[in-house]
């Protein structure tokens, strides 16, 4: 009963920005870790950036400097400021969450439904 709701893809062109949001709502207790992935046509789902509770994050090395996550805890949310925007990065990009819900004594994962970002001119 959790959705993830991405927004803010759509096409840049290439060192351009983009600022993705993805917002998790239904019956949560907790959030143990956002953050996201992406997926090229033909590649594997790769981590993009994953804050945790803590105020950890980390970044796929080919973004750090250009990429920025950042979580709203109260909100359940968490965005993804992407500046520098390149052609290769063109890809569907998705939300992903670890949440315990209500009445569960595990967590699991949750994606959201995806959001397209195309780089190009």
């Known amino acids: 009963q959790v959705q993830l709701v991405e927004s803010g893809g759509g096409l840049v062109q290439p060192g351009g920005s983009l600022r993705l949001s993805c917002a998790a709502s239904?019956?949560?207790?907790?959030?143990?870790?956002m953050g996201w992935y992406r997926q090229a046509p033909g590649k594997q789902r790769e981590l993009v950036a994953a804050t945790t509770s803590w105020g950890g994050s980390n970044y796929a090395d080919s973004v750090k400097g250009r990429f920025t996550i950042s979580r709203d805890n109260a909100k359940n949310t968490v965005c993804l400021q992407m500046n520098n925007l390149k052609p290769e990065e063109t890809a569907v990009y998705y939300c992903y969450a670890y949440i315990l819900t209500r009445g569960s004594s595990l967590t699991r994962g949750y994606w959201g439904q995806g959001t397209q970002v195309t780089v190009s001119s």
């Open positions: 239904g019956s949560i207790f907790s959030i143990n870790s």
